[in-house]
């Protein structure tokens, strides 16, 4: 098993920056590839950015240029920086871990409040 634990969400004006966090434990040596995805109200959960084992990285084109995803392997820590937030950034994020075997676990989100 994998647990996933997130920090950093919070309240922010129009313009500002956040950084998430995301410590795995446990089974941590069976983890590929972790990531962030967001859920709005009324919407599909939806991929913000992703890194895998080997260090590359996707990101969602809304975000791309302003957010930035890195992994501290030897920590099994994964972080979000969030810059130029916007209020369409409003969401609860989700820390995502997908192991090799397929399994796929999630933390229990962070909400991130955008004011504009």
């Known amino acids: 098993q994998v647990q996933l634990v997130e920090s950093g969400g919070g309240l922010v004006q129009a313009g500002g920056s956040l950084r998430l966090s995301c410590a795995a434990s446990?089974?941590?040596?069976?983890?590929?590839?972790m990531g962030w995805y967001r859920q709005a109200p009324g919407k599909q959960r939806e991929l913000v950015a992703s890194?895998?084992?080997?260090?590359?990285?996707k990101y969602a084109d809304s975000v791309k240029g302003r957010f930035t995803i890195s992994r501290t392997y030897t920590k099994n820590i994964v972080d979000l920086q969030m810059n130029s937030l916007k209020p369409e950034d409003t969401a609860v994020y989700y820390c995502?871990?997908?192991?090799?075997?397929?399994?796929?676990?999630w933390g229990k989100g962070t909400l991130v409040t955008v004011s504009s």
């Open positions: 995502n871990a997908d192991r090799f075997d397929g399994m796929v676990h």
């Open positions: 446990g089974t941590i040596i069976s983890i590929n590839t």
């Open positions: 890194i895998g084992s080997g260090g590359s990285t």
